[in-house]
């Protein structure tokens, strides 16, 4: 449901979540708004736009998250092309997971997955980023483990990875969500597109290591403490403007926006 509410303040500014209150614009219950929790599916249509700036219309079902009602989900199935399954990358791969993913392959839906709430890694876990990335894989690795087992082809089996660009990482609650691709297009875009974003996106998973000495990416670190490209180039940028933003004590934010051109006022 926050997720939904991200996507429809990108596309409706003047609807907007509060710090007294959460939009929450798919609760359409009072009963729903009063408890803060998803009880019935909400249907809303939304046009977002790709990589490409190219336009769709999306029909989105927001289904509710919790156990007792995942009758509710299991009927949004029939009706739907593929299922967006969120796991949080706090508390990983539940029951209701895997109930969900059962339903999913049985409805031969095409699933993506999204790792959701990632702040939560830096900000409670206080994980070190390379710890973090070994708790994302994980994640992925617990999905594709039910997906071959609820699959009654595993040669057929549509697995999920970063790499084939159906695994998106966001928070909700900071909205922002990012795919490989798209993380690549934004240092792309910085360096005034003289390299293919595509390109970068296929090094940014697995055990790859960029050497910057040669400006080339390989399966081993130049040093015995080299970081994997996807800690180098996307988790350890995301620790930082995390620190510098919501960490407790940070003396270095000024400093930051001014290198940025940034000038914030005092409210």
Request: charged content about 25%.
């Amino acid at each position: 449901t926050t997720f939904c509410d991200a996507l429809i303040e990108q596309t409706h500014p003047y609807l907007a979540s509060t710090e007294n209150k959460e939009l929450r614009y798919t609760d359409t219950l009072f009963t729903e708004q009063e408890r803060g929790v998803s009880i019935k599916s909400t249907p809303f249509t939304i046009i977002l736009p790709d990589l490409k700036d190219k336009s769709f219309l999306l029909n989105i079902l927001d289904t509710p998250g919790h156990v007792n009602f995942s009758d509710e989900a299991t009927a949004a199935f029939r009706l739907c092309d593929g299922a967006v399954i969120f796991v949080d990358a706090h508390e990983g791969v539940m029951l209701n997971t895997d109930r969900l993913i059962k339903h999913a392959i049985q409805e031969r839906l095409a699933i993506t997955l999204c790792i959701n709430k990632i702040d939560r890694l830096v900000l409670e876990l206080k994980l070190p980023p390379q710890d973090a990335y070994f708790k994302i894989k994980h994640i992925i690795d617990e999905v594709n483990g039910l997906i071959k087992t609820y699959s009654e082809d595993e040669s057929k089996a549509s697995y999920v990875s970063p790499l084939l660009n159906n695994v998106c990482f966001a928070s909700s609650y900071y909205r922002f969500c990012f795919t490989l691709k798209s993380f690549a297009k934004i240092y792309a875009d910085t360096h005034g597109g003289t390299f293919d974003f595509q390109g970068l996106a296929k090094r940014l998973w697995g055990d790859v290591y960029y050497n910057a000495k040669t400006r080339t990416f390989g399966k081993k670190g130049a040093t015995a403490s080299a970081s994997r490209s996807f800690v180098q180039f996307i988790l350890e940028p995301l620790y930082k403007i995390l620190a510098h933003t919501v960490g407790e004590v940070d003396t270095t934010l000024s400093g930051v926006l001014d290198e940025l051109g940034i000038r914030l006022t005092k409210t």
